[in-house]
């Protein structure tokens, strides 16, 4: 049977998404993968193949969790952690289009199912990359009250935690059977423990939550430095941008609300935080590095919003809107490369939102003649389409967000900005950006 994975080709040029090294791609097993069940949905095993070799394919290479050394066959993965197995599935049925009844079906199963293996502790460390794989692609849901993506991050979080995956070579101390001592091990947890922490942490931070703030080995510089070499490339040029995003974000808002507020100090220490992402553009590989990269400067960026009104640098907030823009373009050339909309991250899409209603509210503002508006109105556009296609349900928040950024595009609230006051106009602008 043909995969089919929708209208996006997977493009294999260099400017695609790169791959780990110790991945290689699904191949289906030698030995024939055997038909599961959860509760009362069975999957014959020839879908069971498909949507493994779909998440190989398009969702491992932007979140590899999974260790490599191990057989990562359907069946073996089912043995060592039924959670993780249906997770797998979970994920990479969303874009099965042979059979798009599995994903509806198991997303109201797989989040019920997570938080028995959280209480129960069962496979610790396979129950967590789990978890990962439905923080960075949850099951959708039609109102945010329902979401339970923060819940499911919290808890990946304190289990890594508790597991001993925040200090590298002392994992033997936290756990209750042999570990293996040796690179190989140390690597896959050291791996593990980042992609959960980026991802759990980025979580909160995309719906405008004060991410759990964790010491870990890469807080010292001793373990740091042991860290640096057991993390794959890819994942310690995220881990460089992330810390700094995450120090940026207690520090800066320490600043900000503090008892002494100084609007000035509060833009000089975003300059600093925005001036030390700049530094690893020297370390760009592809375009995803790329959008990495400019999404950690529009986060740090946004705080210019929460200055007091008189105190706006003007520059800063036009600065601002250009992040936002190359945000977008990043995104829209992946999507044109690699069908980056249906594939990409919980994170990822909401930092596209927040670029949007920036966009937006700049170009209702008095800056407004300061800054591109074509080009806004067409990145705010492409922001449109990628929530579109990024939807696997009709009523789910990818969906209701198409609408609600179409509707507030043409609102007559956004039109009647430009006849308030400055200090209302960006106040305005601060909550809507921010929360």
Same mark, same amino acid.
């Given at each position: 049977?043909?995969?089919?994975?929708?209208?996006?080709?997977?493009?294999?040029?260099?400017?695609?998404?790169?791959?780990?090294?110790?991945?290689?791609?699904?191949?289906?097993?030698?030995?024939?993968?055997?038909?599961?069940? +959860?509760?009362?949905?069975?999957?014959?095993?020839?879908?069971?193949?498909?949507?493994?070799?779909?998440?190989?394919?398009?969702?491992?290479?932007?979140?590899?969790?999974?260790?490599?050394?191990?057989?990562?066959?359907?069946?073996?993965?089912?043995?060592?952690?039924?959670?993780?197995?249906?997770?797998?599935?979970?994920?990479?049925?969303?874009?099965?289009?042979?059979?798009?009844?599995?994903?509806?079906?198991?997303?109201?199963?797989?989040?019920?199912?997570?938080?028995?293996?959280?209480?129960?502790?069962?496979?610790? +460390?396979?129950?967590?990359?789990?978890?990962?794989?439905?923080?960075?692609?949850?099951?959708?849901?039609?109102?945010?009250?329902?979401?339970?993506?923060?819940?499911?991050?919290?808890?990946?979080?304190?289990?890594?935690?508790?597991?001993?995956?925040?200090?590298?070579?002392?994992?033997?101390?936290?756990?209750?059977?042999?570990?293996?001592?040796? &690179?190989?091990?140390?690597?896959?947890?050291?791996?593990?423990?980042?992609?959960?922490?980026?991802?759990?942490?980025?979580?909160?931070?995309? =719906?405008?939550?004060?991410?759990?703030?964790?010491?870990?080995?890469?807080?010292?510089?001793?373990?740091?430095?042991?860290?640096?070499?057991?993390?794959?490339?890819?994942? +310690?040029?995220?881990?460089?941008?992330?810390?700094?995003?995450?120090?940026?974000?207690?520090?800066?808002?320490?600043?900000?609300?503090?008892?002494?507020?100084?609007?000035?100090?509060?833009?000089?220490?975003?300059? &600093?935080? =925005?001036?030390? &992402?700049?530094?690893?553009?020297?370390?760009?590989?592809?375009?995803?590095?790329?959008?990495?990269?400019?999404?950690?400067?529009?986060?740090?960026?946004?705080?210019?919003?929460?200055?007091?009104?008189?105190?706006?640098?003007?520059?800063?907030?036009?600065?601002?809107?250009?992040?936002?823009?190359?945000?977008?373009?990043?995104?829209?050339?992946?999507?044109?490369?690699?069908?980056?909309?249906?594939?990409?991250?919980?994170?990822?899409?909401?930092?596209?939102?927040?670029?949007?209603?920036?966009?937006?509210?700049?170009?209702?503002?008095?800056?407004?003649?300061?800054?591109?508006?074509?080009?806004?109105?067409?990145?705010?556009?492409?922001?449109?389409?990628?929530?579109?296609?990024?939807?696997?349900?009709?009523? =789910? +928040?990818?969906?209701? &967000?198409?609408?609600?950024?179409?509707?507030?595009?043409?609102?007559?609230?956004?039109?009647?900005?430009?006849?308030?006051?400055?200090?209302?106009?960006?106040?305005?602008?601060?909550?809507?950006?921010?929360?």
């Amino acid at each position: 049977m043909p995969i089919t994975a929708g209208p996006h080709a997977v493009d294999d040029s260099p400017t695609a998404i790169h791959r780990e090294e110790s991945y290689t791609g699904f191949l289906l097993p030698p030995i024939e993968t055997k038909q599961r069940a +959860l509760d009362d949905v069975m999957i014959p095993p020839e879908k069971i193949n498909d949507c493994f070799a779909l998440f190989f394919e398009h969702y491992c290479p932007i979140v590899p969790v999974l260790n490599a050394a191990n057989d990562i066959s359907p069946n073996a993965i089912y043995e060592r952690c039924p959670f993780l197995f249906w997770s797998i599935i979970t994920v990479g049925s969303q874009r099965y289009y042979e059979d798009p009844t599995i994903f509806s079906r198991l997303s109201s199963r797989i989040v019920a199912l997570a938080f028995r293996y959280i209480t129960e502790r069962l496979t610790p +460390l396979h129950t967590i990359e789990g978890l990962i794989l439905l923080c960075a692609w949850p099951v959708p849901v039609t109102h945010m009250y329902r979401d339970t993506t923060h819940t499911i991050a919290g808890a990946a979080l304190q289990l890594a935690l508790q597991c001993g995956l925040h200090i590298v070579g002392e994992g033997q101390e936290f756990a209750r059977t042999y570990i293996r001592e040796n &690179v190989a091990e140390k690597r896959y947890r050291a791996n593990l423990w980042y992609y959960c922490l980026i991802i759990c942490q980025s979580a909160s931070i995309a =719906d405008g939550l004060p991410p759990l703030n964790v010491l870990d080995s890469f807080s010292f510089p001793r373990g740091r430095k042991e860290v640096t070499g057991l993390l794959s490339s890819r994942l +310690l040029f995220q881990t460089r941008l992330h810390r700094i995003q995450v120090a940026a974000i207690f520090e800066i808002m320490q600043c900000a609300m503090g008892p002494t507020s100084d609007s000035n100090a509060v833009n000089a220490m975003i300059d &600093v935080f =925005d001036g030390r &992402v700049r530094e690893f553009e020297s370390e760009l590989c592809d375009g995803f590095d790329e959008f990495v990269l400019n999404s950690t400067r529009l986060h740090i960026a946004t705080f210019r919003l929460m200055v007091n009104p008189e105190d706006m640098d003007n520059l800063g907030i036009i600065k601002l809107y250009s992040i936002s823009r190359s945000v977008i373009e990043g995104a829209t050339e992946l999507d044109k490369r690699i069908g980056f909309s249906v594939y990409s991250t919980f994170y990822h899409l909401r930092s596209l939102l927040l670029a949007a209603s920036l966009i937006l509210k700049i170009s209702r503002s008095h800056l407004s003649t300061q800054v591109d508006l074509v080009g806004g109105e067409r990145s705010y556009f492409s922001v449109i389409q990628f929530a579109r296609r990024r939807s696997v349900e009709p009523s =789910d +928040l990818d969906s209701r &967000v198409v609408s609600i950024l179409t509707q507030l595009w043409s609102s007559r609230l956004s039109s009647n900005l430009r006849d308030e006051d400055r200090s209302s106009r960006l106040i305005w602008t601060q909550e809507s950006s921010v929360s």
